[in-house]
Every structure is written in C-alpha cells, then in structure tokens.
C-alpha cells in the first residue's frame, strides 16, 4: 500500500469515527476536547458539526492552517504529559468527547505516551463520554468499542461505561 | 465542507486521476515527471505501480518523507520555473505522464505558477501522453479530458493528441 492509499484510509477512518462519535454524544453534556491540532482539520471538522459545543485544544506548539486555530482561551499549548495532568483536574468527568491523535513517525513513541496519557483521559470523560483515538487505549476502566462501518483504517474507539 | 472533508475529497481524487492515467500509459513509453514531490504520497504511489518506469520529479527543496525522496539522479531540485525551461529542453516529446501538484495555499499564485508551466509541460509530452494536474491546464494544444468516475474533487487531466 502507498503512502497515499494509507493517508487516505487513515483520515477516512478519522472521518468516519468521528461523525459516529458526535452522534452518539448529541444528548451528552460536555466539553470536546482535542490532544493533536496538527494542521488544524479534524478541529474544523468537529467545530463544525460541533457549533453549540465548547472545544479545546492541546498542542505543543501551534502549526494548524491560521483558519484553524482555537480561540486562546480554547488553547492548551506545551508537552502532552505537562498539561494532561492539570486538564485531569480541570475536566474530570466532564468531557463528552475526546480526540486524541497524538501519533508521530515513532511507533514506540506514540504508543508510550498514548500509554501514558490514557489514564488522565479516562478521567476527564464523563459517564458514557467517548474517546476516539489514533492509538490502541485498552485499558483504565473504558469499554472498548468497534469502528463504524467503512472504516478501512486504524482508528480506536472506547467508551466510560455509565 | 470541513478541511478534512476537502483533503479527503482531494486525495481521492488525486489517487483515481493516477489509477486511471497509469493503466492508460501502460503501452505508452517514455518516463514519468512528477512536478511537486511535496511529503512524497504520490511520488510514492506512482513507484509502486509502475516498477519499470524512470521517474523524475521537480521541487523546490526536499520535505518528504525519508522513505519517499527520490534517488539523486532523479531528482531536480530549484524553482519550477527555473527548472521547467531545461526539462522542456531535456525531455521534449518524451513524457508519457506528467503529474502536477504545485499549488499552495495562495490560490492566484497558484494559478498562475501552472499557468506559466504549462506550455512546458505541453512541450514535454509525448504524443498520447498526459498531465495530470490540481490546477487548470487548458490550452497548449492539450485535449482536456473528464475526471475518472469516483472523483469527488477537483483535479484536471489533459493529453497531448497523437
């Protein structure tokens, strides 16, 4: 598979996941929050489909397209395992929805800190909140979903049980 | 239509203009010029389906991928339109593909850049073969042909007549 079959199975599966997902939280209270702007487009997506629905961003640094970037009171910026901490507190059990796409070119890396960062989005879900991510999140008390139908790529799906 | 949406609809379509314009090449000699590696999926995409063929592709600088950056001799790097003039010169008549993906986030600029490019491009052609592009290309004396059935976005596909 070329890299650009693979790039378009993987933002087909982000895609897909993610409208599953904003259904599915339409009756649920909450903040979305996203780890991973990237360039911005999957916060496009959700902020609009999301338009009533407070969302914010964590990033290292801001490299989105500059329509794609979050209000400075929505953005969360420095090292994921600086700011998931204090964002465990501040949203515990709170959060309809979490994004995470926090992958990079290193394998063993974005699986570690995906590791490392599950138990602090276990806790800001709120019951039956969802959290839609790039890497495997088994584990911390969250109940393990499939992928929507059409969904060609890796994307993982799990839910805080009510 | 979010940005992810358009990226999604741009890379289908980009993949289905590739698929289509490789299988019809298939008897057609003569190398393929790719003018805008960008991140290399498509220069990528283009190797794997088509082994025997030489490949050339034009950029500015390198940023793709490690794995996706093409062997020296094969690469001509500087201002597409520093390097078009030479490449017209270098490869007249002989082209059986040409794909390019020059545009920014400048949408004039970009129009007009392709726009200057294309009777190179037209001059590089050999009889039968075909540009595809993510910019209007008319003109030159070049056949426009439709989208493959299955593309969502915009993309253009000329060829020179025979």
Request: glycine share 12%.
């Amino acid at each position: 598979m070329s890299r650009l079959d693979s790039m378009i199975r993987r933002l087909t599966t982000q895609r897909a996941s993610l409208d599953w997902a904003m259904a599915e939280i339409a009756g649920l209270p909450g903040p979305v929050l996203e780890f991973g702007l990237g360039n911005g487009r999957s916060y496009d997506h959700l902020r609009e489909h999301l338009p009533g629905r407070d969302i914010f961003v964590f990033d290292r640094q801001v490299g989105a397209h500059p329509d794609c970037v979050p209000p400075a009171d929505r953005l969360i910026l420095g090292d994921f395992r600086d700011t998931a901490p204090a964002a465990a507190h501040r949203f515990a059990g709170q959060a309809a929805l979490i994004h995470a796409d926090v992958g990079s070119g290193d394998h063993a890396a974005s699986r570690a800190l995906a590791a490392g960062l599950a138990p602090h989005w276990a806790t800001m879900l709120t019951p039956g909140g969802l959290l839609i991510a790039d890497q495997p999140t088994a584990g911390d008390g969250l109940e393990v979903l499939p992928l929507p139908e059409g969904s060609p790529g890796r994307y993982f799906i799990c839910r805080r049980p009510r």
